[in-house]
C-alpha cells in the first residue's frame, strides 16, 4: 500500500505545483491551503520506502499508511472536481482538449467566487488530516529515502537487452523434465491393475515445478493418443462447486445443461468423461474437498465403462492421493541440485551478461543456496539480477540483501519474492500487486492491464514534458513486460495478437493478493464476501474482483463499499431492475463481462471519475447520449455486445479516448464527427458506412466513415469491418492511412458474405468488369496503404474478392519497407490467385499464415524472391530466406499443386506437426524436435533428409529410389524405426542410445535387419563416460574401424 503512495504523492504534488504562483496567489482563502497541501506532501513524501517496509510487521504504521492512502485518494477526486467544474465553465459543457493531469483549468474554476469557497472549504478539511498524518510520521521516526530508488528506466540498459523473443516461457532444465516426464508417462499409460481407476499424484513444494510436470505429460503426444477424453483444471482455495463442473463438462466436451442443483450436471460430467478412456487433471490441489464433493462419484462411474482411465493431481499434501483412492502412484519432485540451478539461473539473463558468468561462480553459489533448489525462486532471483550488471559487486549487493530473511512475513510467503518485490520502483510495485485482482490461473491479458494501470494513474510521465502523455501506452507496455523479464508474470501464450497473455504462478499470486490485502479482495463466493468484510462494509476495499458463479456476490453488499476504485465482475451476476451504480462515486475502472447489466447503463453517467469502461459479452443494448458526462473516459471497451446495434452521438465529445472498442457488437454506423476525437490510440471493430445516396465520380453527394479516420493520426492499432460496402477507390484515400506514423497493427475485414463471391473469368468486357466487386475490392484496397515502416501486424481476411493482392503487399515495395512486419494473416481469400512476393526477406516475420485461398495453385518463385530482381540485386538474394520464421501455416489450399520454387525445407521446434506431405520440388529437408509428427510423403525430388528427436514418425514414403542421404538422431532411441525397412539411400547417418548401438554392432541381430539393405553406415552414440562411432560398409564383411574420445 505505500507502494501506491510512493507514487502517487509526487503525482498529487505535481498537480498543486503546476499552478502558476502569481494565479494562485489571486484565489482569496485558497492559496494558503493549497500551499499548506503541498508542504504536507512534500513533507510526507520522503518517508513512504520505511512505511512500506515496516508495514509488514508494524499495525501502528499499517494503520499510519492506510488514513495516508485515504487522504491521497481525497485529494485525487477533488482535483478532478476542479477540472470538471473548470471545463464546464470553459466549454459550457466540453471538455478541453487536454490530457487529465494537467492543472490549468484547476486555475479557471477558482476564478469562480462561489466554487473556490467550496472547493477551498474541502481542501482545508483535507489538510487537517494531512496534518495528523504528518506529525504521526515523526512519532514512527521513519527513515528518509537515502538510497537511489532504481526504475525501471535505470534498469534500461540490461533487462531491455533480454528481448521479447528470448523469453523461455517454460525456461526448465531439460534433462531432468524430460526423465521425470518419461518416467510419469509409463505410469499414466501403465495397464497394471488397469480395471481400477489410479490417482498419480506429483508432490512437491510450491514453486518447485508440480504445474509444469503435469503440463508436459498432459501434452505428450503418447499420452494425448492413449486418452481419448483430457480435462485440465486448476484447483484453487476458494473453488465454486458449481463454476468447476460446468469448467469439466465444457472440457471433456458434453452438454452443460439449465439444472441449478448438481444432480444434472454430474450426470452430464460422468456422460462426457464416459466417451472414451479419460484423464482428468486437477492441478493445484490443496484438500481432498473438490474430489470428495465433485468428481468421485462421476469419475468412478466413467473408470468402470472405461477401463484404464487415470486421474493426475498436483500437490503439496503426501496425504490426498491416498484419500482419493485405493490405486496410487506419488511422484516427488526434486529440488535441482548446484548445476542444474546454475544452468536455469543463467536462462534467466541476457545472453551478453551470460558471457563470462563463471566468473560469478562463487557469489552465484551462495545466491543459489538460498534459493534451495526451487525452479520458481531461482526464477525470480535471476529475472532480479537481469536487472544488475554481472560483476562481483553487483551480485553481493543482492547476496547480502536482509530483504532475504523478513521478521513478521507469513510463513507461506516467499521470503524471496518479496526480494525481488522490493527492488520494484513504486510505479511498477502498484503495477504488480494490481495482477492479483486476476484469480489464480487466469490469464492476465496485456492489452486488457495496461489501460487499466493508466487509469488508475500508475503510469506517469518520467519527467515535466507533457509530450510524454501521447505514450503511456507504451509506457504501461514496457512496465508489463519488464514484470515478464522479472519472472513475476509468465507468458501463457507467447505472443497473440494484440499483446501478450500471461499468467502469476499461484506462489507469486499468493504474495501479491497478501501484499494487496488491505485495499484489495478476489471474492469468489458469499462466504468469502463475509469473511473478507465486503458483506457488512466494515472493511474498507477499493478494488474488489467478483468472482466466477451465478451467486457469488449480491449486489447490495457492493454497493456498502463506497470508496471503489475498480469493480471486476467476471460472472453472470443478476444485476435486478432499480439496480445502478450511483454508489461507486469514485469509480475509475469498470469491468464486466458475462453479466446481464443493461439495467445498469442509466446509471453511467454518474461515475464522473471513471477512465475505464469495459463490458464484454454482455446483454447491453445501448448506451444513453448523456454518457459524455463521463468526462475523463479514456476506454470504452464494448466486446462481443451483440445486442448494441448503434453507439450515442455524444460519444464524439470523448476528446479524451484513447481506445474504442466495439468488436463483436452489431454497431453499423460511427456517428459524423467521430473524427474530432484526434487522442485514439487503438481503434477495434470500426465499421464502414456509406450514406444511401448516388455517389458520382467526385463523391461530392455521398459520405463514407473511412473519411473520418482522416485526422486520426495517433492510431497505433486499427480493424476495419465490412469494407465490402465501400463504392469507390476515393473514399478509402480519404482515410488517409498513410500517414498513421505511428500504426503498428493493422486488420482489414470484410463480411463473411463476401468470402462466397464468384471469381469471375477474364471473359467480360471492360465496362462489364468495372462493374465487378473484385476490380473495385483490388482498387480500394489499393488505396488503404498504411505506413509499412513500423508496421507490426497485418491482416486481411472475412473475404476479400480481389483477384490479387495490392501493390504495397508486393516487392520490392514488401522487402524494403516492412522492416518490422512479425505477424502476416492471409485469410478467405476466394479469388486470389498468388501469394505476396519477396516474403522469405522480411527480416522480422515471425508468423506466416495463409488460410482459404482456394485459387492460388502453385507457390513460385515469387514467394522467395522478388519477381523484379535481376542478377545484379545479389544482397537480397542472399539474404536467408525467413530469418525469424517460428510458424507457418498453410489451411484451405485446396488447389495447391506444387510449391515450384522451394528446394530446402527446415522444420525446427513444430510441436503439434502431424504431417509433412507433397513437396515435389523439395531437394532437402530437415526435421527437428517434432513429437507429434507421423508421416512423410510425397517429396519426389528429395536428395537428404535429416530427422532429429521425432520420436512418432511412422511413416516415410514417397520419395525417390535415388535418395542419396538420411541422417537419423534420438539419444533415446532403442530401436529403429520400421520405415527404413522401405527406402535405400546411399548413405545413412545414424545417432542413437547406448543400448541400440550395441545391438547394431552385431550384424545378426533383429535391428540390424531392418538396414542390412543400406549400402553405407555411420552409427555413434554418446554419453558421459565417452562416444563410441564405428562404421560398417555393406558387403565387406568386417568391422572397419572403431573410436573412442
Not at 508436459?216 to 482455495?237: A, G, M, Y
Not at 495453385?857 to 535481376?870: D, H, M, T, V
Request: net charge neutral; aromatic share 8%.
Amino acid at each position: 500500500m505505500a507502494a501506491v503512495l510512493d507514487a502517487m504523492a509526487p503525482y498529487v504534488q505535481k498537480l498543486i505545483t503546476d499552478m502558476a504562483e502569481e494565479e494562485v496567489s489571486m484565489l482569496l482563502g485558497v492559496s494558503g491551503e493549497i500551499t499548506k497541501l503541498e508542504d504536507n506532501m512534500e513533507g510526507i513524501k520522503a518517508f513512504l520506502a520505511d512505511a512500506e517496509r515496516r508495514r509488514l510487521t508494524d499495525e501502528s504504521v499499517r494503520r499510519w499508511v492506510s488514513k495516508l492512502k485515504g487522504a491521497m485518494y481525497d485529494a485525487s477526486d477533488i482535483l478532478d472536481l476542479c477540472q470538471l467544474e473548470a471545463d464546464n465553465k470553459r466549454t459550457g459543457g466540453n471538455c478541453m482538449e487536454k490530457v487529465p493531469g494537467c492543472f490549468q483549468p484547476f486555475l479557471f474554476c477558482l476564478r469562480n467566487p462561489v466554487f473556490a469557497h467550496r472547493i477551498g472549504s474541502r481542501i482545508k478539511e483535507l489538510n487537517q488530516p494531512h496534518d495528523q498524518i504528518r506529525r504521526g510520521a515523526a512519532e514512527f521516526n521513519f527513515l528518509a529515502n537515502s538510497q537511489n530508488r532504481r526504475t525501471t528506466a535505470d534498469a534500461e540498459h540490461s533487462s531491455s537487452l533480454k528481448t521479447m523473443s528470448e523469453f523461455d516461457e517454460t525456461a526448465i532444465v531439460r534433462e531432468n523434465i524430460e526423465r521425470d516426464t518419461k518416467g510419469l508417462a509409463q505410469v499414466l499409460l501403465n495397464d497394471e491393475n488397469h480395471h481400477d481407476l489410479k490417482v498419480v499424484s506429483i508432490v512437491g513444494m510450491g514453486g518447485m515445478g508440480k504445474t509444469t510436470l503435469a503440463q508436459k505429460n498432459f501434452n505428450e503426444p503418447t499420452v494425448q493418443k492413449h486418452f481419448k477424453v483430457k480435462v485440465w483444471l486448476s484447483i484453487t482455495q476458494q473453488f465454486d462447486e458449481a463454476e468447476l463442473l460446468r469448467t469439466a463438462i465444457e472440457h471433456a466436451g458434453g452438454v452443460l445443461g439449465g439444472a441449478q442443483d448438481k444432480t444434472l450436471p454430474t450426470r452430464n460430467l460422468t456422460d462426457a468423461l464416459s466417451a472414451g478412456r479419460f484423464l482428468l487433471v486437477l492441478d493445484d490441489m490443496w484438500s481432498d474437498k473438490a474430489w470428495s464433493d465433485v468428481f468421485c462419484v462421476p469419475a468412478r462411474k466413467a473408470s468402470q465403462k472405461q477401463l484404464g482411465s487415470r486421474i493426475l493431481i498436483t500437490t503439496r499434501l503426501e496425504h490426498l492421493a491416498p484419500m482419493m483412492g485405493e490405486y496410487f502412484h506419488q511422484h516427488h519432485v526434486r529440488p535441482l541440485d548446484i548445476e542444474d540451478a546454475w544452468s536455469l539461473l543463467k536462462k534467466q539473463l541476457p545472453p551478453d551478461q551470460v558471457v563470462g558468468i563463471d566468473r560469478l561462480k562463487n557469489t552465484e553459489t551462495e545466491i543459489l543456496k538460498k534459493c534451495e533448489g526451487l525452479p520458481l525462486a531461482i526464477k525470480v532471483i535471476g529475472g532480479l539480477l537481469s536487472t544488475r550488471y554481472p560483476s562481483e559487486r553487483d551480485w553481493n549487493v543482492v547476496l547480502t540483501c536482509p530483504t532475504w530473511s523478513v521478521a513478521g512475513l507469513p510463513e507461506q510467503l516467499d521470503s524471496r519474492i518479496y526480494l525481488s518485490y522490493e527492488d520494484l520502483s513504486p510505479q511498477l510495485k502498484q503495477c504488480f500487486m494490481y495482477c492479483s485482482l486476476f484469480p489464480k490461473g487466469e490469464e492476465i491479458l496485456e492489452d486488457v492491464v495496461v489501460p487499466m494501470w493508466i487509469s488508475e494513474g500508475f503510469i506517469q510521465p518520467p519527467d515535466e514534458s507533457s509530450s510524454h502523455e501521447h505514450g503511456l501506452e507504451e509506457m504501461a507496455t514496457e512496465y508489463y513486460r519488464e514484470l515478464i523479464r522479472r519472472n513475476l508474470i509468465e507468458p501463457a501464450v507467447k505472443y497473440s495478437l494484440t499483446g501478450y497473455r500471461c499468467t502469476m504462478h499461484d506462489v507469486v499470486h499468493t504474495f501479491a493478493e497478501y501484499m494487496a490485502r488491505k485495499e484489495s479482495v478476489v471474492v469468489v463466493d458469499d462466504k468469502q464476501a463475509a469473511t473478507c468484510g465486503c458483506r457488512d462494509g466494515s472493511k474498507i476495499v477499493r478494488h474488489p474482483s467478483v468472482g466466477q458463479t451465478i451467486s457469488a456476490v449480491e449486489w447490495v453488499i457492493l454497493q456498502k463499499q463506497k470508496s471503489l476504485r475498480t469493480l471486476i465482475i467476471r460472472s453472470s451476476i443478476k444485476f435486478q431492475p432499480g439496480d445502478t451504480l450511483r454508489s461507486f462515486s469514485s469509480l475509475q475502472v469498470l469491468f464486466i463481462r458475462s453479466a446481464g447489466c443493461d439495467t445498469l447503463v442509466g446509471s453511467l453517467s454518474t461515475l464522473k471519475h471513471l477512465r475505464y469502461l469495459h463490458l464484454e459479452d454482455t446483454d447491453v443494448s445501448r448506451l444513453l447520449d448523456d454518457i459524455h458526462n463521463m468526462k475523463f473516459l479514456q476506454y470504452i471497451h464494448l466486446l462481443d455486445c451483440e445486442k448494441l446495434h448503434h453507439l450515442p452521438r455524444s460519444i464524439v465529445k470523448f476528446v479524451h479516448l484513447r481506445s474504442l472498442d466495439i468488436s463483436g457488437s452489431n454497431v453499423s454506423a460511427m456517428p459524423k464527427g467521430f473524427g474530432g476525437l484526434t487522442n485514439l490510440r487503438s481503434l477495434f471493430g470500426f465499421p464502414v458506412y456509406v450514406d444511401d445516396v448516388v455517389v458520382d465520380h467526385e463523391g461530392s453527394s455521398s459520405w463514407c466513415s473511412l473519411q473520418e479516420l482522416a485526422h486520426l493520426s495517433q492510431l497505433r492499432q486499427l480493424t476495419l469491418h465490412s469494407l465490402q460496402k465501400v463504392p469507390a477507390s476515393w473514399m478509402a484515400g480519404n482515410a488517409m492511412l498513410s500517414s498513421k506514423a505511428h500504426l503498428s497493427y493493422l486488420e482489414l475485414n470484410y463480411s463473411s458474405a463476401s468470402g462466397h463471391t464468384a471469381c469471375h473469368g477474364g471473359e467480360a468486357d471492360e465496362q462489364e468488369q468495372q462493374r465487378q466487386p473484385s476490380v473495385i475490392q483490388e482498387e480500394v484496397l489499393e488505396k488503404l496503404c498504411p505506413p509499412t515502416y513500423y508496421l507490426e501486424h497485418l491482416v486481411l481476411e472475412r473475404g476479400y474478392a480481389g483477384r490479387q493482392l495490392p501493390y504495397w503487399m508486393h516487392a520490392p515495395a514488401s522487402a524494403a519497407d516492412f522492416k518490422s512486419l512479425r505477424f502476416l494473416q492471409l485469410e478467405r481469400l476466394p479469388c486470389c490467385t498468388q501469394l505476396p512476393d519477396g516474403l522469405c526477406f522480411l527480416p522480422c516475420l515471425q508468423v506466416l499464415v495463409v488460410k482459404d485461398a482456394p485459387a492460388i495453385k502453385r507457390i513460385g518463385p515469387e514467394f522467395q524472391a522478388p519477381s523484379c530482381l535481376s542478377a545484379g540485386h545479389t544482397a537480397a538474394a542472399l539474404a536467408p530466406p525467413f530469418p525469424k520464421l517460428i510458424n507457418l501455416k498453410l489451411v484451405g489450399l485446396f488447389d495447391w499443386e506444387e510449391w515450384q520454387a522451394l528446394r530446402r525445407l527446415h522444420l525446427y521446434d513444430l510441436t503439434n506437426l502431424t504431417s509433412v506431405e507433397n513437396f515435389p520440388s523439395v531437394v532437402k529437408l530437415d526435421v527437428f524436435r517434432s513429437p507429434k509428427l507421423k508421416r512423410i510423403s510425397g517429396l519426389s525430388s528429395l536428395h537428404e533428409i535429416r530427422i532429429v528427436s521425432c520420436p512418432n514418425l511412422e511413416v516415410l514414403e514417397g520419395v525417390p529410389s535415388s535418395l542419396d542421404s538420411l541422417a537419423l538422431q534420438d539419444h533415446d532411441m532403442e530401436a529403429l524405426p520400421g520405415y527404413l525397412r522401405a527406402v535405400n539411400p546411399r548413405y545413412l547417418r545414424l545417432h542413437c542410445s547406448k543400448k541400440l548401438y550395441r545391438s547394431l554392432s552385431s550384424p545378426g541381430s533383429s535391428e540390424w535387419s531392418k538396414i542390412r539393405h543400406i549400402e553405407k553406415h555411420d552409427i555413434s552414440y554418446n554419453e558421459n563416460c565417452g562416444a563410441g562411432i564405428f562404421r560398417w560398409r555393406h558387403g565387406a564383411g568386417v568391422l572397419h574401424g572403431l573410436y573412442r574420445n
